[in-house]
């Protein structure tokens, strides 16, 4: 069959792949005042509600953030975990300003 200017086998002109490559999570707080380090979730961890509050929140993320300000202001976008109940009441516990995902889908009609 010809698919460009030359005629080639088809086996040629696909090419396929029989794995994919692992994906990387990770997890990381920014400001002007500095940045954490970069948590990265092991390999196989499924990331629920629980496992984002208890680890990437409770344990890594905002006692780092803590060291830089006492005052700041939390803001993520609207991933599941991020939404969950619990989630949002944790931070609007733990964190002095929090910007609630839910709030962060809201559009103006004009």
Same mark, same amino acid.
């Given at each position: 069959m010809?698919?460009? @200017?030359?005629? %080639?086998? %088809?086996?040629? &002109? ?5 794995? !994919?490559?692992?994906? =990387?999570?990770?997890? *990381?707080?920014?400001?002007?005042? +500095?940045?954490? #380090?970069?948590?990265? =979730? ?5 990331? @629920? +509600? ?5 680890? %990437? ?7 780092? #953030? ?5 005052? !700041?202001? !939390? ?5 599941? =975990?991020?939404?969950?109940r619990?989630? =949002? ?8 300003? !929090? #910007?609630?995902? &839910? %709030?962060?889908?809201?559009? *103006?009609?004009?």
């Amino acid at each position: 069959m010809c698919y460009t @200017n030359r005629c %080639l086998p %088809l086996p040629y &002109l696909l090419r396929t792949r029989s794995t !994919f490559m692992q994906s =990387v999570m990770a997890s *990381v707080a920014v400001s002007a005042l +500095g940045q954490t #380090i970069i948590h990265f =979730v092991d390999l196989g961890i499924k990331v @629920n +509600g629980k496992y984002y509050r208890d680890v %990437l929140l409770t344990r890594d993320l905002l006692p780092e #953030i803590k060291q830089y300000s006492e005052y !700041f202001t !939390f803001q993520q976008d609207g991933a599941p =975990v991020h939404r969950a109940r619990e989630t =949002v009441d944790l931070l609007k516990c733990e964190t002095p300003d !929090f #910007i609630s995902p &839910l %709030l962060c889908h809201l559009t *103006v009609q004009t």
